[in-house]
């Protein structure tokens, strides 16, 4: 572990520790828990992102024009 130190606004540590007591765990373990939600968060693509991704995605691929009709053959069930 390496140690940081940040500076809290007087509201957001008695929220923290709240928690902290709340949940019988450290007020460290709440903000690295809180810093892990943050960056899984930020590191989604943003949904503008993701929708222009698949549109591009539509059409790309080419098969059969029966498909959705006949899947049933094609998957051999």
Do not use: N, W
């Amino acid at each position: 572990m390496v140690k940081a130190q940040v500076e809290l606004t007087d509201q957001q540590i008695h929220s923290v520790e709240r928690m902290a007591a709340e949940r019988c765990v450290s007020v460290a373990d709440i903000i690295r828990e809180s810093v892990d939600a943050y960056v899984r968060s930020a590191s989604r693509l943003p949904k503008v992102e993701v929708r222009r991704r698949a549109l591009v995605a539509i059409g790309a691929f080419s098969g059969p024009t029966d498909l959705p009709r006949r899947h049933d053959e094609y998957l051999g069930t």
